[in-house]
């Protein structure tokens, strides 16, 4: 049971880091001029709260200074984070969660080979481009980089080995 409690867990914050870059990319790209902040709310009395709106930012990927706007992490090239998202968009959700697994919690809670046709087909580069991606998210502030990248590349090679010829 704990290792399904776990493994929940991390399916959950998988999702986050893999859904939360694109669909800011996407806000970001398209302007579509919503506005989370304003929709509606509780009304109450303001003057009898201590909590001060402009000090207080909720936002994982906050910039001071902007408005409490989201920002994602500085694209290490121009079309970073489009290709973040194209590479994603070639795998499913679930293999993704897998993948995931596999790579930043050491495939401790991972049976990946029904992913690996999904993983060649999107390619090294591809692979590489989402690794590094979630890599420079603020959650995973600390990790281990060499780890994960020794991870990434033994699935790769456990991959290619049990890929049909």
């Not at 009898?48 to 001071?64: G, H, I, Q, T």
């Not at 029904?114 to 999107?122: A, S």
């Amino acid at each position: 049971m704990t290792k399904l409690m776990r493994l929940v867990a991390i399916a959950a914050v998988s999702m986050f880091l893999l859904v939360t870059p694109i669909a800011l990319a996407i806000e970001e790209e398209f302007g579509n001029g919503v506005d989370l902040s304003d929709t509606d709310v509780i009304d109450y009395d303001q003057s009898k709260s201590n909590y001060d709106e402009e000090s207080y930012d909720s936002s994982l990927y906050s910039v001071p200074g902007h408005n409490n706007k989201q920002a994602l992490a500085p694209e290490s090239y121009p079309g970073f984070h489009t290709q973040v998202g194209e590479c994603l968009e070639k795998i499913s959700d679930d293999c993704g969660v897998i993948i995931f697994n596999m790579i930043f919690d050491s495939g401790k809670y991972s049976d990946v080979e029904e992913c690996c046709g999904q993983l060649l087909t999107l390619g090294r580069k591809c692979h590489n481009i989402i690794v590094e991606s979630t890599l420079d998210s603020p959650e995973l502030k600390g990790v281990n980089k060499t780890e994960v990248w020794e991870n990434s590349d033994n699935l790769w090679k456990e991959c290619g080995a049990s890929a049909p010829l």
